[in-house]
């Protein structure tokens, strides 16, 4: 049984744990309105690792998840992510991105550090937190497909680019509105 | 050899209306036909088709009245032009002996496509789709015999294509997101990479439709499941093939794309046709495409300010699209790709999918209580003794369809077997 001391380190460690997560997050926004905006091996890094992460994400949410909404926006966006990692992946082997650096095959040490503080968060306050931690992603998300739909330097990843923009949008808006009904 | 549609002169539009007589061609005899000449004819009928939908479709989305007149002056006579063509083919051919060539026309257009791709993804789009039309062939070839038609589907394709099992037709049912490929741009692909799109979307379209109109007319119920069969796969061939082209084309630049490519496909029909009365045909409607070419271009330039010298090759095309045996080809794909299926826009071993992949629920969803692909063969065995088959080159690449083309030797089946086991 946790005394309230033992509560009171927990409350503390989440705090901390969401405190990270948001900064990471503002770190992800800055690289996607910037390199990742532009330059189409920064976005094809990027836009891969966030498939990875979301994948892995949805994984836990699915095993972890205590409200049946949380766990079908997890499946979507297991399903999602896996048709836009597929489609980065046949982009990639294109004429049109020729000499653009092979996708990474592993996530990140900031998006691992946040699946690390999911799987980390406790039973009662697992929703929250992974509705938390998908706001912070999918606006990142949004900033990178966006920008370089807009701006990119590859037009086939322009393309994926546009074709990704409005589904993480729609995940973006709907996460939001779990969170407000979840709250 | 090259050509250029935008330094040649057409005829003008205003001279290509025909009368009733002028249209209605004399049609070529199923039994003297070159089988090439008849896959021209089967291709040049879909190209049309395209050119008539797609102009419906563009005129449905666009209010400018001016840019409508174009789109239907031309459209009349792209609606004669495939009057002219698709009526050579004559009533005395049977629906299942056309079908025959239909099929001929998918194995041979989508072999010379793949192997002049210049794209190693879009190249495995056509290698893909290729083995699922072989086995179409093949499946109603079979058909053919228990019909009662007096003749074997080898006397329409000539000894140029073989008829074998390719990936069993029972296989190709999918989920339909799993149909969805990877665009190409305009603006970044080789433009021989727009143009065989064009063309292998307009011929699956035509084959689609075809056997959605067509399948429910024999009174046989294996005719009629077959072809049921065979339509769904083929509408996914035309999500398949469809979803490469770039959706954000414009669209009077897709409009003066179809016209290019009707221009080449015409040019290449003129230079490989061998018979004379239809050669004929080429040339007079390939005069009347560089026309509508021009037109489109000319629309395209003052209404969307895109200038055809930026979009367009500066020395035309070189190769003309040529109906030609791929037997070789055919049989390496056959080797390497047989056990292949697609997720979302990727293909992978079957035996590579994920346990919960959505590819197994819709097998057994759509393939519970018999499948027709499969029975044809099983009923061609009891009617005959053996299934028909007609190869030219060897016994069959692949062990498990040496002797059988049921599924039930593959590795395709044992995959699709266990994970119903573990379900």
Redesign the interface.
Known sequence: MMTQRNETHEGLHRAADKASDALGGMVGRASANSAGSTSAAAFAENAAIGDMYEIAAGKLALQHARSDAVKAAALKMIQDHTTSTQQLRSAMTMNETKGIPALPDAIDARRKTMLDHLQAAPADKFDATYLDQQILAHKETVDLMTGFRDRGDNAQLRSFAAGTAPVVQRHLKHMESLKAQLA | MSFNPLTERGIPIERQFRSWSELASQPYDTRDVHPYTRCRVIVMNGIEVEAIINSHNAARRIADTGVKQMLALVRKAEQQQQKAVNWLIPGHESTIANTIGYEQVAVDLTGWLARHE?????K?VYEFGILEDYDHLYRYANLMDLMGERRKAEEITGDLTEILPGRPTIFHHRHP?DEL?????V????FQSILNAITIVSAEQQTMNYYMNVGNRPENPMARSLYLEIAMVEEQHVSHYESIL?P?TPELLNLALHEYNECWLYWSCMVTETDPRIKQIWETHLAMELEHLRLACEMMKEVDGIDPAAVFPKNGVSKPMTFEPNKDYLRDVLARTLDNTA????FVPVDQLAADHRFFDYQATVNAGGVPSEMVIQRHREEFGEEYRFATDGAHPIPSLKESGTAEGTDYFRTIERHMENA
């Open positions: 210049p794209d190693p993804y879009l495995q997101h490929r990877r665009p190409m741009t603006e970044a692909s080789d770039d954000t997720s979302d826009s990727q």
